[in-house]
């Protein structure tokens, strides 16, 4: 699979010698989803004016559909759509003729400007709305009217910052059925987002970047895995270091704990007290509490493959009957918060 992004040791130095991107090395396959995090001052908005021509890279190279963006900016610019987080529309002029003023300025034939706009206004549901001025638009039909005048061109790379902020869950839901569609339709998304559930369920890859560099890439699976093994390394060498130093603090083994356990919760259609008995005589089983919803929490070992499988074993033995359940595994927001913890303040933009 070729890509659609690559950079090459990118770097940017601001004239006061802040570095605000160092040396980034970046690979985004072509026609898939991209999430690109980071905290505040992290260099996600340097990198991304970059990628768009927006400024000049300090050393390093990028290139955007195969096309440098130092030696070629106006093919780059030619392949890029940008919903920005704040709409950037003309607020006097309605959905259409904002529509009209992107396609006319990317130098889309006249002959089939209208009715390119009026297709991509059925796709993204604002028809309706397309002689509205912009300014009268709720929250999420101003994201929508952007999107149609982001797309007029037809990118193949579509940049989305901070696309569902604000928005109800409806049309939050309505936004990333979008995402989803046009990317089917061979646009390249990159979506930048501080939504975690966002991320993890619309992005095929995630990249992390912090102080200039990128800490962290993988699938989302695939980081949380690795954060599970992190995990699991830790408590590995802090169990060997308590033994050379027979220190049982009750705090050193409070942390412990949480690094080795993850919770499962279960309802029952009947919560008997055999199975309640069996579960707390269950070695998988390290803590157990009910709830006031008659919902079962317990503790099992994070890193026990079977584990699972055991505690279920374990209740239809004693005769009970599974209504619903839920493992609460290492999250996106988790791998975020790690990979992005030491940072020193003095580093951020």
């Not at 002029?93 to 889309?108: F, P, R």
């Not at 061979?186 to 993890?200: N, Q």
Request: aromatic share 4%; with cysteine; net charge negative.
């Amino acid at each position: 699979m070729k890509n659609a992004i690559e950079t090459k040791n990118l770097t940017k130095v601001y004239n006061n010698n802040f570095t605000a991107v160092n040396s980034l090395n970046l690979e985004i396959p072509d026609k898939t989803i991209f999430g690109m995090l980071g905290p505040n001052g992290a260099g996600k908005t340097t990198t991304i004016k970059m990628l768009t021509c927006l400024i000049q890279p300090t050393s390093g190279q990028a290139t955007v559909g195969g096309y440098d963006v130092q030696k070629n900016p106006d093919e780059v610019r030619n392949l890029l759509g940008m919903v920005p987080q704040q709409v950037s529309l003309y607020k006097d002029l309605t959905v259409m003729e904002n529509s009209q003023m992107c396609a006319d300025y990317y130098g889309v034939p006249q002959d089939e400007r209208d009715s390119r706009i009026e297709d991509l206004m059925e796709l993204v549901d604002i028809k309706y709305a397309k002689d509205k001025r912009v300014g009268q638009l709720s929250g999420g039909q101003k994201q929508k009217a952007s999107l149609v005048a982001s797309l007029v061109h037809r990118p193949d790379i579509l940049f989305l910052d901070e696309p569902t902020i604000g928005l109800d869950p409806t049309t939050k839901r309505t936004l990333w059925d979008l995402i989803r569609e046009l990317n089917d339709n061979g646009h390249t998304i990159i979506l930048c987002s501080h939504d975690m559930h966002e991320v993890d369920m619309l992005c095929d890859n995630v990249g992390i970047i912090n102080t200039g560099n990128l800490v962290a890439y993988d699938t989302p699976q695939g980081l949380k895995d690795a954060l599970l093994e992190s995990n699991k390394l830790e408590m590995t060498e802090a169990l060997s270091k308590i033994s050379e130093e027979n220190d049982d603090s009750a705090s050193t083994m409070e942390d412990l704990e949480k690094l080795s356990m993850k919770r499962m919760s279960i309802l029952l259609n009947d919560n008997n007290e055999d199975v309640i008995d069996s579960l707390k005589q269950s070695d998988d089983v390290k803590n157990i509490e009910i709830a006031r919803n008659g919902r079962i929490n317990i503790r099992i070992d994070s890193f026990d493959d079977m584990a699972v499988q055991n505690v279920l074993n374990t209740i239809n033995a004693s005769g009970g009957i599974v209504k619903s359940i839920f493992t609460e595994e290492p999250s996106l927001e988790d791998v975020f918060i790690k990979s992005t913890a030491e940072v020193n303040e003095d580093d951020r933009a």
